[in-house]
């Protein structure tokens, strides 16, 4: 990815997808880690929602929003694997 992006790394540019990314010729191992992610969002977004329609009342649900803030708080800090919590 370092190689697609020429070694440009930019903070706070409100239209970075665009400008960096959306419609540029990737490298195929580009590709790949993108698909990947997208993929790991869809099934992470597919599986929040499946426990929020499990949930009954709105503390349930308060209650499992903030689990899932704790961990990505969490990842984010110290670039645990989420299998590793």
Not at 12 to 39: A, M, P
Not at 50 to 78: F, R, T, V
Request: glycine share 2%; hydrophobic share 30%.
């Amino acid at each position: 990815m370092t190689a697609d992006l020429d070694n440009d790394v930019s903070h706070s540019i409100g239209n970075f997808w665009e400008v960096f990314l959306e419609d540029k010729r990737w490298s195929k191992q580009t590709s790949h880690i993108w698909e990947s992610y997208q993929k790991y969002e869809n099934a992470e977004k597919k599986e929040r929602l499946s426990k929020l329609q499990e949930l009954e009342n709105p503390e349930d649900i308060c209650d499992q929003e903030n689990l899932h803030k704790a961990k990505s708080e969490k990842l984010l800090e110290i670039n645990m694997l989420e299998s590793e919590l």
